[in-house]
């Protein structure tokens, strides 16, 4: 499990339409070295456009963590949104903190063991998906369908042998 460091940046305009989006470092990257990973973002209501790094934060033990942003990861997250962000203003930012459970293929585990539903490693992005896995996992827990392939837990077992669950972080 990591911890990831996410913020919200206020927004200037309040009647701009903001767009959810994935931003992939390509060539366009090259002369920004602060880019961690790709970007993802959306409004938030209230809150501002939220933007993040994927999958990059610090692993922890989730009973444990401090719940406080990496500096450095915040102040190029800052960076990030004063070059790629017109209409935010990247020094009003609140940060915050989420984890991700990830799986080594970043696929979800949706699957039942026994008589156990088992849904987890949702590498950061369930939560577009919460209708279909909501869906899956009723099935599950009636009995009605089995597990998508893509999703059998033990294929997160095989795919990572050396970890005692088979759901090993980054």
């Known amino acids: ?11 200037r305009d309040e009647s701009v339409a903001w767009p ?3 931003h992939f470092p390509g060539a366009e990257a090259d002369g920004y070295g602060y880019w961690r990973s790709p970007v ?8 501002g456009v939220k ?10 033990d989730p009973d444990a963590r401090d ?9 190029d997250l800052q960076r990030y ?8 203003d990247a020094d009003a ?3 915050i903190s989420c984890t991700y459970t990830t799986t080594p293929d970043e696929h979800f585990v949706l699957d039942r063991v026994g008589p156990i539903v088992v849904g987890a490693g949702f590498s950061g992005h369930g939560f577009k998906f919460t209708p279909v896995v909501g869906r899956i996992l009723a099935d599950l827990a009636d009995g009605s369908r089995p597990a ?23």
């Open 148 to 170: 998508p392939a893509l999703f059998a837990a033990d294929r997160a077992i095989a795919a990572d042998a050396g970890s005692p669950t088979g759901l090993a972080g980054r």
């Open 81 to 88: 949104a004063r070059d790629w962000l017109p209409g935010v």
């Open 93 to 95: 930012v609140t940060p």
């Open 20 to 22: 959810s989006y994935n």
């Open 51 to 60: 933007a993040g790094w994927h999958g990059v934060g610090p692993v922890v």
């Open 40 to 47: 993802y973002g959306m409004l938030t209501p209230g809150e």
């Open 67 to 75: 719940f406080l942003p990496v500096a450095d990861q915040l102040a």
């Open 1 to 11: 499990m990591t911890q990831e460091q996410p913020a919200h940046f206020a927004v």
